[in-house]
């Protein structure tokens, strides 16, 4: 019994003697430093590219025009075994031309049944041709005649051509105006290479028609810009 008492005396006090030991280990652990906290980088976003407004355009505006040279007065009518030449400058470019009017009649005994109406262009070339049927012009009086153009367009000057090939009394014939000094009105003669100016004036001095500065044709064009 006294051993006993004797050996438990000494595991307590083996155990109390440990029991220091042991918590100073356990106060010389220290807890781990936590890691700085990493600062995140923000990326910005790039600014969205400001788009210009666009003003709305004005709406252009088709402009119709006639041009002629004559002011509607009738001094004389005239025949012609060719035809008839008339030279145009456009107020604009490009001019497209949609009508061309003419004043005029048959005369005497109808020996064609149709007349022809071409555009040249500035070169006189052939830039449109038609054939029509003399009918659209008044019998034994004057009228207008107009024929439509299906939107020819050209870039500067141009001429209107009107080849009836009748002389005198044999169809068509076109009203002049002498009104104005003629600058752009003349004849053509029609030969083997085709429709051609007349370079020299063949009717008497003594006539009306002898005086081309007095011939402007009552010939027409109506067209847009």
Not at 125 to 134: G, M
Request: aromatic share 10%; charged share 20%.
């Amino acid at each position: 019994m006294h051993r006993i008492l004797v050996l438990c005396g000494l595991i307590w006090l083996i155990v109390s003697l440990a029991l220091p030991a042991i918590g100073c280990q356990q106060q010389a652990i220290e807890a781990p430093t936590p890691a700085p906290a990493q600062s995140q980088t923000h990326i910005r976003a790039p600014e969205p590219t400001p788009i210009p407004l666009q003003e709305p355009q004005p709406e252009k505006k088709t402009v119709e025009v006639e041009l002629k040279y004559d002011y509607g007065k009738v001094s004389n009518v005239m025949s012609s075994c060719g035809g008839y030449l008339v030279d145009f400058m456009p107020p604009a470019t490009p001019f497209t031309i949609t009508e061309v009017r003419m004043m005029g009649g048959v005369f005497g005994e109808q020996t064609r049944d149709n007349f022809e109406i071409s555009i040249w262009n500035k070169d006189k070339e052939v830039i449109y041709k038609d054939e029509l049927p003399v009918t659209m012009f008044t019998s034994g009086s004057l009228g207008e005649v107009k024929v439509d153009i299906p939107n020819v367009e050209i870039d500067g000057k141009f001429f209107v051509h009107v080849f009836t090939g009748t002389c005198r009394l044999q169809g068509i014939s076109i009203a002049a105006d002498d009104s104005v000094f003629n600058k752009h009105s003349t004849l053509t003669s029609r030969t083997f290479e085709g429709d051609k100016e007349q370079q020299e004036w063949h009717y008497p001095s003594d006539l009306w028609s002898g005086d081309k500065s007095k011939i402007n044709w009552m010939i027409r064009v109506v067209g847009t810009y």
